[in-house]
């Protein structure tokens, strides 16, 4: 190693030992007002970043590269909509962030495996660049890289195929009311435009639902 400040080295490593902390924090802040918009929060199985590497040979996957934390509608898990808000203090694989970043996701989930991890952060995958931001992003698939891996889980798992998906930097969300009024607000009002029917924000049956379960 070289020679450096060990202090400074000490205060780095808390100072990302408190950002964790913080946006860990700040995705929990959600949970309140998203249960009074009707939604509830994953399983607790659920993991909140990826899966660290215990190799030495790997030592660049200890720093997990998202934060998320996923919510469906409560009492509808049956319609399978998925809503994801997520910290992204990195990009360790496209490399195009210029500063941490936090997204919002909706979509409808046709999987429960490990994709639902990684797809609702697919604004950061896609040809176009991330943003603009605080605007609604329809991502569909070819909007994406053509990786086969991208295309091949986005057509199975997004239902409508379409992803709706807005992204912010993380430094504007400083409490509840921006938590709220940058991210959760936005994503909820957002409408699926390829979707035969819209769906409700408000946690309520629409009468098209009704209608499909009758």
Avoid at 182 to 204: F, M, N, V, W
Wanted: proline share 7%; aromatic share 6%; glycine share 6%.
């Amino acid at each position: 190693m070289t020679h450096v400040d060990g202090k400074a080295v000490l205060e780095a490593i808390l100072y990302v030992r408190d950002f964790h902390r913080t946006a860990a924090n700040m995705l929990l802040a959600a949970d309140g007002p998203l249960s009074e918009r009707g939604w509830a929060p994953h399983s607790t199985a659920w993991k909140p970043i990826p899966a660290a590497t215990r190799s030495l040979q790997h030592a660049g996957r200890w720093l997990p590269h998202y934060i998320l934390r996923q919510y469906y509608r409560e009492n509808r898990r049956d319609d399978r909509e998925l809503l994801s808000l997520i910290v992204v203090p990195y990009d360790p694989i496209d490399q195009r962030l210029e500063e941490p970043l936090c997204l919002a996701s909706r979509m409808r989930a046709l999987t429960d495996g490990d994709e639902l991890y990684w797809l609702p952060q697919l604004q950061l995958r896609t040809k176009a660049a991330i943003g603009p931001f605080g605007e609604i992003r329809h991502i569909t698939k070819p909007d994406l890289n053509p990786k086969p891996a991208r295309l091949q889980h986005f057509e199975a798992s997004v239902g409508g195929g379409e992803l709706l998906s807005l992204a912010v930097p993380l430094m504007t969300i400083t409490d509840e009311t921006s938590l709220v009024a940058e991210l959760i607000k936005p994503i909820l009002d957002a409408q699926y435009r390829g979707l035969d029917r819209e769906s409700s924000t408000s946690g309520a049956p629409t009468a098209t639902d009704q209608e499909d379960r009758g």
